[in-house]
């Protein structure tokens, strides 16, 4: 079992920088898969970006790629998710989650471990 726990969000202007950071307690984090996902008001969950077990690998969603780095340190059980150059439309609540899976889903059904989530809002 893992526990995900995550922080940093709160209000920016188009244009500004957050890092969201999500913390695990319970089973090492390395054998974990992990995702970042939103949900804005009114609208589905979606897909935002995810990290290999090792970090070797990553994927972004197109919305964001080039704006946010996720990235991950097993040894402090952490994943981050650097969010730059934020536009309004990026205003949701944002999701980590782990997945057992070798590879890196970008469906959140795949992902077994959820945490409460963190606020972002980007004012313009």
């Known amino acids: 079992q893992v526990q995900l726990v995550e922080s940093g969000g709160g209000l920016v202007q188009t244009g500004g920088s957050l890092r969201l950071s999500c913390a695990a307690s319970?089973?090492?984090?390395?054998?974990?898969?992990m995702g970042w996902f939103r949900q804005a008001p009114g609208k589905a969950r979606e897909f935002v970006a995810a990290?290999?077990?090792?970090?070797?690998?990553?994927l972004y969603a197109d919305s964001v790629k080039g704006r946010f780095t996720i990235s991950r340190d097993n040894a402090k059980k952490t994943v981050y998710l650097q969010m730059d150059s934020l536009k309004p439309e990026d205003t949701a609540v944002y999701y980590c989650?782990?997945?057992?899976?070798?590879?890196?889903?970008?469906?959140?059904?795949?992902?077994?471990?959820w945490g409460q989530g963190t606020e972002v809002t980007v004012s313009s």
């Open positions: 990290i290999s077990w090792s970090g070797g690998r990553t």
């Open positions: 989650a782990g997945t057992q899976l070798r590879m890196i889903p970008t469906n959140g059904g795949a992902y077994d471990y």
């Open positions: 319970g089973r090492s984090l390395s054998l974990y898969a």
